[in-house]
């Protein structure tokens, strides 16, 4: 199973100022997710991270709020820009074990916005 | 379009008992995988167990069993002597195969196991 690891693990932050939550997994993975878990919801995907490309972005998420940089097989960074108590949530790094398809998930950013 | 149904918000059990977590799915795909995550309040996610649309026999992976009917298009998650670290929230969730490979999540169980 690979091992993720996420930075910060939580975070308290003020309206209008941006954070990056970074994402190292232990060995090389093709796909990387990035997933927001809003309170008391389940999980919506924001976009999916490949390296040496664009990140591909979910209806209702776009580059310039969620900007994605994927540097190589095993790390990623989540910014979230210019924000708003409403971005209040736990922000989740995953990756895909090829084979069933399971996802691997990081512990999780709990960020909030005053 | 895919769609994962869980009708159970919370649910509260007494220690040892056997819990079923409900989940209901809904797919036009023949090939589809069905996931089971746990989520304790420390905000990780937990995956418990796997069903392949075209596996014969229900998952299993120690107390915790899939009753997978194809047929309803459900795939309930079984705990069988349940403990207080159970205590968590539970996602059910089905992939699928598109250009981007996703999970589509249910909104989640909330289990609370009483002492």
């Known amino acids: 199973s690979a091992v993720i690891s996420q930075k910060p693990s939580r975070d308290i932050c003020q309206r209008g100022t941006s954070l990056t939550i970074q994402c190292q997994v232990d060995?090389?993975?093709?796909?990387m997710f990035w997933y927001r878990q809003q309170p008391g919801q389940s999980l919506t995907l924001i976009a999916t991270?490949?390296?040496?490309?664009?990140?591909?972005?979910e209806s209702g998420f776009v580059i310039d709020k969620f900007p994605i940089s994927r540097p190589n097989l095993t790390f990623s960074t989540l910014t979230v820009s210019n924000m708003s108590p409403e971005d209040s949530s736990i922000y989740l790094c995953?990756?895909?074990?090829?084979?069933?398809?399971?996802?691997?998930f990081g512990e999780g950013s709990r960020l909030t916005v005053l | 379009a895919q769609k994962i149904t869980q009708t159970q918000p919370g649910m509260f059990v007494q220690e040892k008992e056997a819990v079923t977590l409900d989940c209901t799915y809904d797919?036009?795909?023949?090939?589809?995988?069905l996931f089971w995550y746990k989520q304790p309040s420390s905000g990780e996610m937990i995956f418990l167990i796997y069903?392949?649309?075209?596996d014969q026999q229900n998952a299993t992976e120690g107390r915790y069993s899939l009753n997978f009917q194809k047929a309803r298009k459900s795939a309930n998650l079984v705990i069988s002597a349940s403990q207080l670290g159970d205590s968590a929230m539970y996602f059910c969730?089905?992939?699928?195969?598109?250009?981007?490979?996703?999970?589509?999540w249910g909104a989640g169980t909330k289990l609370i196991i009483k002492p």
């Open positions: 969730a089905i992939s699928i195969m598109d250009s981007n490979y996703q999970l589509i």
């Open positions: 060995s090389q993975v093709t796909m």
């Open positions: 069903q392949g649309s075209y």
């Open positions: 991270a490949n390296q040496g490309s664009e990140a591909t972005y």
């Open positions: 797919t036009s795909d023949p090939s589809y995988g």
């Open positions: 995953s990756v895909l074990r090829q084979g069933i398809g399971e996802l691997f």
